[in-house]
């Protein structure tokens, strides 16, 4: 499957795979801040709310890594800052919020401890998010492609896939599942405009799984349909 991951840690700090730039070249920006992970969301470096949650928490987490050498009266107000930067960055997008919400749940409990061990409970708590993501999105991928049959075609809008996640998709991610299941299945993708999601990322996820894929117009959705 797919090996481009949608974000990844290394070297201390978060890469994120530009996605504005798909499919003609495979770029990853590096970012070490909240201010600068909200940055990128905001310009749809990264987009799908599973994936943005996932990179609001490492967002966190950077934050509190980036302070963790300042007086501990700048710690604190610090890494609150960077929490409501980052709330601001996409704000229809509620796995962001829940996120942050979650983060801000382990940050509370953390205050008293010395920042160095802020900053690593908090890391692993966003190493955890984006584990957990890749896990569900696994079972549901599990219990969806239950319901596709062997060489079945399947229409799709958008991406929701593993670009849209930290890994593996959600309604892609039972695409994907039933063809690991040996099911053949043929997907014909909507281009989704404005921003080409269907034609620039879905049709390039399932490319690089070798998952047969058919790009049509927006448009030529209904006639489809209507021909079985």
């Not at 599973?50 to 990179?55: D, L, N, V």
């Not at 609001?56 to 930067?85: C, F, K, S, W």
């Not at 991406?159 to 890994?167: S, Y």
Request: contains cysteine; hydrophobic residues 50%.
């Amino acid at each position: 499957m797919n090996k481009n991951n949608t974000l990844r840690w290394f070297n201390g700090a978060l890469e994120m795979l530009d996605q504005r730039v798909l499919p003609s070249r495979i770029s990853y920006l590096r970012f070490d801040s909240a201010a600068a992970v909200a940055e990128g969301i905001k310009a749809m470096v990264v987009r799908g709310a599973p994936a943005i949650g996932c990179a609001a928490a490492y967002g966190v987490a950077l934050e509190a890594l980036r302070l963790a050498g300042e007086p501990r009266d700048r710690i604190l107000p610090g890494i609150e800052q960077g929490m409501a930067i980052l709330a601001a960055s996409r704000p229809t997008a509620v796995n962001l919020f829940w996120a942050l919400n979650r983060m801000r749940g382990k940050f509370d409990v953390l205050r008293t401890l010395p920042a160095a061990a802020i900053a690593d409970a908090l890391l692993a708590e966003a190493h955890a998010i984006t584990e957990e993501d890749v896990r569900l999105n696994r079972a549901m991928g599990a219990h969806g492609a239950a319901l596709l049959a062997d060489n079945m075609h399947v229409l799709t809008h958008c991406n929701a896939g593993a670009l849209a996640t930290a890994g593996h998709g959600t309604a892609l991610g039972v695409i994907r599942s039933a063809v690991e299941a040996g099911k053949r299945i043929h997907v014909f993708a909507d281009e989704t405009r404005p921003f080409l999601q269907g034609a620039r990322l879905t049709a390039w996820e399932l490319m690089q799984d070798n998952i047969p894929v058919t790009l049509i117009a927006d448009n030529a959705a209904g006639l489809l349909m209507q021909r079985g």
